[in-house]
């Protein structure tokens, strides 16, 4: 199948800091990548669907603002959690899409905020 | 109603057992389906699609039922290797759902020796 990437694979930093995670497909193009948060026990959630060369789209409740996301090229996104506070420690989740409508998914970023 | 419902379980089998998870999503416009395992920590893998038809990979059988907006998915001969998180994923068909995968909550398995 599809490799997709995630770095890093987890994170730990101060309230009130920004944390940048990369999500790249490794043997295959991705017009579109998406982003998710996994809270414990939970399955996953659709924060917001990257599209190569344009803006973000984000899903109802997501502050565009705090989760900055950028989709440069064809193989790369990146998701940027600004000022990120304890609440927002969570698994972060990338996909990438391919041409057949099947995702497959990054390892995962864990973030914890402290 | 929540858009993709799954019993959570869990479920606990012997090795060599039958086990059946369902599945029922709530738009009838949804356009692809999916059944994803997630170990625990880890991220979802892909476990098969699932077409009108039915269909078969090895030990795993899925069926979708669109008259009842309803999936399935059979394991028989449970592994230990089996034990997971089993997610139903439907993809959307239209507008602004269009791509998008909603999941559900999961079926947690646990296959004992």
């Known amino acids: 199948g599809a490799v997709v990437s995630q770095h890093p694979s987890w994170v730990i930093c101060k309230s009130g800091t920004s944390v940048k995670i990369e999500c790249r497909s490794l043997?295959?193009?991705?017009?579109?990548m998406f982003w998710y948060r996994q809270f414990p026990k939970q399955s996953l959630m659709l924060m917001a669907t990257?599209?190569?060369?344009?803006?973000?789209?984000?899903e109802q409740g997501v502050e565009k603002d705090k989760f900055l996301i950028n989709h440069a090229s064809l193989t790369l996104s990146t998701l940027t959690v600004t000022s990120a506070h304890p609440e927002d420690s969570s698994f972060y989740i990338c996909s990438a899409e391919l041409g057949t409508g099947e995702q497959f998914f990054g390892p995962g970023t864990r973030l914890t905020v402290l | 109603r929540k858009e993709v419902e799954q019993d959570p379980g869990p479920f606990n089998v012997p090795e060599g057992a039958t086990v059946a998870f369902n599945c029922t999503y709530s738009?009838?416009?949804?356009?692809?389906f999916f059944w994803y395992r997630q170990d625990c920590r880890k991220e979802p893998k892909l476990l098969m699609s699932v077409y009108s038809s039915g269909n078969e990979d090895g030990r795993f059988t899925a069926q979708l039922n669109r008259a009842s907006q309803y999936i399935s998915l059979l394991i028989r001969d449970s592994k230990l290797s089996d034990s997971a998180t089993y997610l139903c994923?439907?993809?959307?068909?239209?507008?602004?759902?269009?791509?998008?995968?909603?999941f559900g909550q999961g079926t947690i398995l646990t296959v004992h020796p």
């Open positions: 738009n009838s416009a949804s356009q692809s």
């Open positions: 043997d295959f193009q991705a017009t579109t």
């Open positions: 994923v439907v993809r959307g068909a239209g507008g602004t759902s269009y791509g998008k995968l909603t």
């Open positions: 990257s599209n190569e060369g344009s803006k973000a789209t984000y």
